[in-house]
């Protein structure tokens, strides 16, 4: 199989709005169209003064709590039933999202974060080093996984 798609249920998600600051929870912040990692928690830019904190299932109300104490921090909010997270991984990853997707997946190095269209849904898509992480709105999750099982039928085998 040269294409494997994964969803990620019940991960945590939360946005953050800041006033000022460098880091959260311990991890630096990304840069615009980036993502970072650490401390079991990814972080994503989403606009100039708002992120997205990732992390694994059930750590809503531990992460909230901890980022409300942060300094810099305005709002904290959970959005973790707003979007559904699928792991895409395989030779032909980049192909697929090809199908529906202008992003030049070529020239996005891994760290690259953007909101985009994909197949008119819009996403978030993570470039990883060994794939790409998609976050669709939940209300698009099954019209998304029809154009990804169609999309992909070329390359599974």
Excluded: K
């Excluded at 990692?37 to 990732?54: H, K, Q, R, T």
């Excluded at 992460?63 to 959970?78: F, I, T």
């Excluded at 985009?116 to 019209?143: C, H, K, N, P, W």
């Amino acid at each position: 199989m040269t294409v494997d798609a994964v969803e990620e249920p019940f991960r945590t998600q939360l946005t953050v709005r800041l006033r000022e600051g460098h880091a959260l929870l311990g991890v630096d912040l990304p840069g615009p169209c980036g993502f970072t990692a650490g401390n079991g928690i990814e972080i994503l830019w989403m606009g100039p003064d708002e992120y997205l904190v990732l992390a694994g299932p059930g750590r809503q109300a531990e992460l909230e709590a901890a980022l409300s104490r942060e300094s810099g921090v305005l709002a904290v909010v959970d959005v973790s039933a707003q979007r559904n997270v699928f792991r895409l991984t395989g030779a032909h990853a980049a192909d697929v999202l090809a199908h529906g997707c202008s992003i030049d997946l070529e020239s996005s190095p891994p760290g690259t974060c953007v909101q985009t269209l994909l197949a008119r849904t819009g996403i978030v898509l993570m470039v990883r080093e060994d794939g790409f992480t998609i976050l669709v709105r939940q209300s698009f999750s099954d019209y998304f996984t029809a154009w990804l099982a169609d999309a992909s039928r070329e390359y599974v085998s």
